[in-house]
């Protein structure tokens, strides 16, 4: 049975256009499944399609040998590469089908870098890329989660929601292969174990300032090892990484970041912290949204006043965002916070996302309660 997400209606009209359509985003976040769901719509329209899985043993294992599957497709088909990461040269094979315009081309894959930055480079407007994260809340929702506080523990991988009971062993289960296979393999890291402490230990941290510093002192790796992983974890779609707001961008590169999971849930079911921080979880879901619609995240602190989110996006005005997970009257320390993201940028509107309701007001400061936002198609 095949529930609808959000993305399908989207990516469907982006296979209409003559570049080649790209699904990326971390596995078992349904991209296959889209895919076919996709292939199946083409079929259903009365379109010739091919659905090449190739991790799987009969597919072709080099780009002469894809090529030459391709060719036998009739013109006007719809060919579906499923992880073309796996293909050596995969990038011109699928160049020379879009230069031609015989066929369209869909491919997925499971790494940021790889394919964004080929994408970017190799294809040069060649190729769309769309991410496909786990589900969101508003699909959650229509998958069977009953609220935002399971939402948090279950996350939105689609066979957890679906199995939310198996959820805990799924999740430990994803991250073992993401850290082996999408992270370790792919980008030829021997040691394996500085590695798996450093994504356990941004996971159990989630919402704080990691010091690049002392961390690679506690793990024995150098500083620019420590970036690399980071960076490594980020493109394999585990960790979501956001710098503070730092107008150098040579600064902001080597500025202390705070990490979020890409998936709550996941970050639940294997945190070795013993504490349970509802608030940075709360924190971590409105990061993970801004991401999925597009947003650039920074965050600001000082002596005097934190703000968590500076939120920005080409063609939409910069918001200052803070996310409030207490009760009663809201502190003042979250309206200061506010106050200030707004003077870092003109034109900046401010979102104060709390855990409750309140009738409190501001000038200038939309109030939402987290799942009401979440629950919303807009910001």
Not at 319 to 346: N, T
Not at 361 to 370: A, C, P
Request: proline share 4%.
């Amino acid at each position: 049975m095949y529930l609808d997400r959000e993305e399908e209606a989207p990516a469907f009209r982006l296979l209409g256009g003559k570049e080649a359509l790209a699904l990326i985003g971390p596995r078992r976040a349904g991209k296959t499944v889209l895919a076919l769901r996709l292939l199946e719509d083409w079929k259903q329209k009365g379109g010739v399609s091919q659905y090449f899985d190739l991790e799987a043993l009969s597919a072709p294992s080099n780009a002469k040998d894809l090529a030459r599957e391709i060719e036998k497709i009739p013109k006007g088909g719809l060919v579906v590469l499923d992880e073309v990461q796996v293909i050596e040269n995969w990038v011109k094979v699928v160049r020379g089908e879009v230069e031609s315009g015989q066929r369209r081309i869909l491919v997925t894959g499971s790494s940021a870098s790889l394919l964004s930055k080929e994408i970017a480079s190799s294809l040069g407007g060649r190729a769309i890329p769309e991410v496909v994260l786990p589900l969101s809340f508003r699909d959650a929702r229509k998958w069977g989660l009953t609220s935002l506080d399971e939402y948090l523990r279950v996350g939105g991988y689609p066979e957890c929601v679906l199995r939310p009971n198996e959820a805990s062993r799924l999740h430990k289960l994803y991250l073992e292969l993401t850290v082996l296979r999408d992270v370790a393999s792919r980008n030829g890291i021997r040691e394996i174990k500085p590695l798996s402490d450093l994504a356990l230990l941004l996971l159990s941290e989630t919402g704080k300032v990691v010091s690049a510093k002392k961390t690679s002192s506690v793990l024995g790796i150098s500083q620019p090892t420590f970036r690399s992983f980071v960076q490594a974890l980020n493109d394999a779609f585990l960790v979501f990484s956001v710098p503070p707001f730092i107008r150098s961008p040579r600064e902001k590169i080597v500025a202390d970041a705070k990490h979020y999971a890409f998936d709550t849930g996941l970050q639940a079911s294997v945190s070795i912290s013993a504490q349970e921080d509802y608030g940075r979880r709360l924190e971590n879901v409105v990061a993970i949204e801004f991401a999925r619609k597009g947003y650039s995240l920074s965050y600001f602190k000082n002596s005097e006043a934190e703000c968590d989110f500076i939120a920005q996006k080409t063609g939409e005005q910069t918001l200052a965002v803070q996310v409030w997970s207490g009760e009663g009257k809201i502190p003042e320390r979250e309206w200061a916070g506010l106050e200030k993201g707004m003077k870092l940028a003109s034109n900046m509107n401010a979102l104060l996302l709390t855990k409750e309701k309140t009738d409190e007001e501001k000038k200038g400061v939309m109030i939402k309660t987290v799942e009401e936002w979440l629950a919303g198609n807009s910001l």
